[in-house]
């Protein structure tokens, strides 16, 4: 079945890589922060591997989003120390490095890389997904994300972030993610940048319907809860009857077809008085 002792592991991994490491042509890193003061590309790792990547190779190429710019060591200090605080818990990155320029004798390439990222930002709904820098607080907090895992999500970047971005980068596609949501905005009160996206994947439900993905059966609903809403006589009506649904045996609710959340939970229990008539009997204080 094979070792799994980390250590082992971990110098076997060692033996194979370094040579590899050694005589690579070339190296690539991603860039955490850009400083346009000064021109640094700033990268935080804990492994080592992106000093190990521009150390060996006489070639060193930087790929930076347009949207990882900070103006100067000042902003640097606080988006630096927020990334590892809300990522990880750390007071900061094992290894935060700042190149600037190729060492004597080697290149240095930086790669501004846009796709897509100007149609964000002038999307008037969503461009504050720009600001997000990755820290995965709002996957650390997602209740739908903690429980079900990175593999649930169609698109590549998972948890309340990944949603958003998918359907930035094709809403036909993507839509179904939308739906792997509570709206409970945890994410947005976690959110060291702001960018909210719980709160834009409210948006993004409004829109199914323009995007011609919204759920004909919950669009039903949706419509006939606020008729029932809308009318309180009729709604007070529905609450007297409501406990009359628990006589109905569990076997008549679990269609794959017309209840496929039924199969395999509990249909819950309506309660025999309703949370009005007990406040109005003076039973809930």
């Given amino acids: 079945m094979g070792n799994y002792d980390p250590t082992y592991l971990t110098r076997c991994a060692r033996h194979h890589l370094r040579d590899q490491f050694m005589e690579a042509g070339a190296g690539m890193t991603g860039c955490n922060f850009g400083v346009a003061?000064?021109?640094?590309?700033?990268?935080?790792?804990?492994?080592?591997?992106?000093?190990?990547?521009?150390?060996?190779?006489?070639?060193?190429?930087?790929?930076?989003?347009i949207e990882k710019l900070v103006p100067d060591y000042k902003s640097l200090a606080v988006?630096?120390?927020?990334?590892?605080?809300?990522?990880?818990g750390q007071p900061t990155t094992a290894f935060t490095s700042h190149f600037r320029q190729a060492r004597p004798g080697a290149e240095m390439h930086v790669v501004l890389v846009d796709n897509g990222?100007?149609?964000?930002?002038?999307?008037?709904?969503?461009?504050?997904?720009?600001?997000?820098?990755?820290?995965?607080a709002c996957m650390n907090t997602c209740p739908v994300y903690r429980r079900s895992g990175g593999y649930s999500y169609t698109y590549f970047?998972?948890?309340?972030?990944?949603?958003?971005?998918?359907?930035?980068?094709?809403?036909?596609?993507?839509?179904?993610?939308?739906?792997?949501c509570t709206l409970c905005l945890s994410c947005d009160n976690v959110?060291?940048?702001?960018?909210?996206?719980?709160?834009?994947?409210?948006?993004?439900?409004?829109?199914?319907?323009?995007?011609?993905?919204?759920?004909?059966?919950?669009?039903?609903?949706?419509?006939?809860?606020?008729?029932?809403f809308?009318?309180?006589?009729?709604?007070?009506t529905a609450?007297?009857?409501?406990?009359?649904?628990?006589?109905?045996?569990?076997?008549?609710?679990?269609?794959?077809?017309?209840?496929?959340w039924g199969i395999g939970h509990a249909m819950p229990e309506f309660a025999k008085k309703s949370f009005h008539q007990l406040w109005k009997e003076g039973k809930v204080k």
């Fill in 191 to 228: 959110c060291p940048s702001k960018v909210g996206p719980g709160s834009q994947i409210y948006v993004w439900r409004q829109s199914l319907e323009k995007l011609g993905k919204a759920d004909p059966v919950k669009k039903a609903m949706s419509n006939g809860m606020k008729y029932l």
């Fill in 117 to 136: 990222r100007s149609d964000i930002l002038a999307d008037k709904d969503h461009w504050q997904t720009l600001k997000c820098m990755r820290c995965g």
């Fill in 239 to 260: 609450l007297k009857f409501a406990p009359l649904v628990n006589l109905v045996p569990e076997c008549c609710t679990h269609f794959s077809n017309w209840n496929a």
């Fill in 79 to 88: 988006f630096q120390r927020l990334l590892c605080r809300c990522g990880t």
């Fill in 230 to 236: 809308d009318r309180p006589a009729l709604y007070t």
């Fill in 37 to 65: 003061a000064t021109g640094d590309c700033v990268v935080c790792t804990n492994e080592g591997n992106a000093d190990m990547t521009t150390s060996m190779p006489k070639l060193h190429i930087v790929a930076m989003g």
């Fill in 157 to 180: 970047i998972p948890g309340p972030i990944g949603v958003n971005l998918g359907m930035l980068k094709n809403p036909q596609k993507y839509s179904d993610n939308v739906s792997a």
